[in-house]
């Protein structure tokens, strides 16, 4: 499993000396968004006027030579329109960032002793859409493809993964089917999908794999059989009991399936389909970024 590497992480001590008090976070967040100096967030104007009195907000004539546009630190950013202090989401962020299963919300809002669960549930989202709005380049190297099932009731074994109804899949069965990409020593892009049908497959791997990629690893499922004509595609028949032929196997997709369901069904117990795609978001970062000794400011940049 390519996941073997800990996931850096800032420790409680770390982020403490980090961020000591909201001051400390608010420099933080304006190194992020504005690594080369600030600018006005509607007009890309330079040099916007500091207001002196209240810090961190700035104002531009550029693009409102009368009145002026004011902005802030947290304009444009999931921490507007918030009364939770910056510090708040450092720690909130923090917490699902370290935890390799994920935290639900529920955790989060005892953890931070937030005065509800509602607050905590929102943040959570909040941060799992920005990081849902991570831009990747096409996969290439050796890329394996592989779809599942995630959520509902009925025992999800691999080789009657797809069931009855001709690729129609987890219809009816309550779960939510998901594909997914991933470059061996790379990147790992999923999707929440409608169907598992060719059509929905190849479409999806058309769209997120390099067309260059050495190979292309999938299992025996018919709906990846027309990849053949544009990929140097490797095929694992589970169904005859193989799994690994020289380079070829899905072991590292199912890796990553593997340590997605152990947190919707250990952590978050239940996640419909409505907000499985943002699951898939946090897990996927999470998963891209295992190596990155900045984790944090990533996902901050994001934000
Ligand atoms: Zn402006």
Not at 288 to 303: K, L, M
Request: charged share 20%; proline share 4%.
């Amino acid at each position: 499993m390519a996941t073997k590497k800990p996931i850096h992480q800032l420790t409680a001590a770390q982020f403490d000396k980090a961020f000591p008090d909201e001051e400390a976070c608010c420099a933080y967040l304006v190194g992020k968004k504005w690594p080369k100096g600030v600018r006005c967030p509607r007009c890309g104007a330079e040099n916007p006027t500091e207001l002196k009195r209240n810090p961190w907000h700035w104002q531009c004539y550029q693009c409102a030579p009368q009145s002026s546009y004011r902005f802030s630190h947290i304009t444009g950013t999931i921490f507007e329109n918030t009364n939770k202090p910056l510090r708040a989401w450092f720690k909130v962020i923090h917490l699902m960032l370290t935890s390799k299963k994920g935290m639900s919300a529920l955790q989060i809002y005892r953890y931070m002793g937030f005065g509800s669960y509602k607050t905590a549930w929102y943040m959570a989202h909040r941060v799992r859409a920005a990081l849902a709005a991570q831009k990747f380049e096409k996969l290439g190297g050796i890329v394996e493809v592989d779809e599942t099932f995630v959520g509902g009731l009925a025992k999800n074994r691999h080789w009657d993964k797809r069931g009855g109804g001709g690729g129609t899949g987890g219809v009816g069965s309550g779960k939510t089917p998901i594909v997914g990409a991933v470059s061996r020593k790379g990147n790992a892009v999923c999707r929440v999908i409608e169907n598992v049908r060719a059509s929905t497959l190849t479409g999806f791997v058309n769209e997120v794999v390099s067309h260059k990629v050495s190979l292309l690893c999938t299992d025996q499922w018919t709906g990846y059989r027309r990849l053949a004509k544009d990929y140097p595609l490797g095929v694992i028949d589970h169904a005859r009991g193989e799994y690994v032929i020289g380079a070829v196997h899905t072991n590292t997709i199912e890796g990553f399936w593997s340590i997605f369901k152990r947190g919707v069904v250990g952590t978050f117990h239940k996640v419909s389909r409505k907000y499985m795609p943002l699951y898939v978001a946090e897990f996927q970062f999470r998963y891209n970024n295992r190596e990155n000794p900045d984790i944090f400011g990533a996902a901050i940049g994001h934000c």
